[in-house]
């Protein structure tokens, strides 16, 4: 079956800092989407990405959809406290398939 | 707007017995929701997609006699798990999918079982 591998696995960094993480499938996907889950919450939609070469930014977080359509990366700049959580990237194979592969997550900690 | 609830929130029950989980789409209508599962520190284990008036689809691996899956309105899907055991104990979380282009899924809280 499909596979996203998602690095890195964690992440601890100082307030400030920017932030890059990405994800690899073995396959094309349609659809990219970036998730943040909080302990004890379920995933929050951060960006999603609907085209090939795509970059959509939302605030300090700004993604893209890889060329090959096999890859995505997150960058969040001048991390907050805030920002700390876990952050999965999603592919989804489109047509008539809605289910969503999920990366394994990467840890973010971010020191003030 | 997208807004997805889950109730309860945590439940602990004993072994044997049987627990339901409600998932709502608070501001729109959802034709197809899915259920995850996830261990602690692991990624989200899809379980099963449920269809508004149809049968759910199960996962390879996941027995569907034993989390028994309703989807009886467009707003509104639940998740029995039955006769619970303590490797039950999981965040169960669900999520709809909105719109009919994009197709985002939007994940509700969660609910924290533990089996005693």
């Known amino acids: 079956g499909q596979q996203l591998n998602q690095s890195p696995q964690s992440m601890f960094i100082q307030e400030g800092e920017d932030v890059s993480m990405n994800c690899t499938s073995s396959?094309?996907?349609?659809?990219w989407l970036w998730y943040k889950q909080d302990p004890g919450e379920g995933p929050v939609l951060l960006i999603a990405?609907?085209?090939?070469?795509e970059l959509t930014s939302n605030g300090r977080l700004t993604a893209q959809f890889g060329i090959t359509r096999k890859d995505s990366f997150l960058n969040i700049s001048a991390s907050i406290p805030s920002d700390v959580g876990i952050y999965f990237c999603?592919?989804?194979?489109?047509?008539?398939?809605?289910?969503?592969?999920f990366g394994k997550g990467t840890l973010l900690t971010v020191n003030p | 707007g997208a807004v997805v609830s889950q109730h309860p929130s945590r439940v602990i029950c004993k072994s044997g017995t049987s627990v339901k989980i409600e998932c709502r789409s608070l501001?729109?209508?959802?034709?197809?929701m899915f259920w995850y599962r996830q261990f602690p520190k692991q990624s989200l284990m899809l379980m099963a997609t449920?269809?508004?008036?149809?049968?759910?689809?199960?996962e390879q691996g996941v027995e569907k006699d034993k989390f028994l899956i309703n989807h009886a309105s467009l707003t509104l899907s639940t998740l029995t798990v039955t006769s619970a055991h303590p490797e039950d104990s999981s965040f169960y979380i669900c999520?709809?999918?909105?719109?009919?282009?994009?197709?985002?899924?939007?994940f509700g809280p969660g609910t924290r079982l533990t089996v005693l």
């Open positions: 396959s094309i996907f349609n659809t």
């Open positions: 990405l609907y085209k090939a070469g």
């Open positions: 501001d729109f209508q959802a034709t197809t």
């Open positions: 999603a592919g989804r194979s489109g047509g008539s398939n809605y289910k969503l592969t």
């Open positions: 999520s709809a999918q909105s719109g009919t282009v994009h197709l985002e899924q939007f």
């Open positions: 449920s269809n508004e008036g149809s049968k759910a689809t199960y």
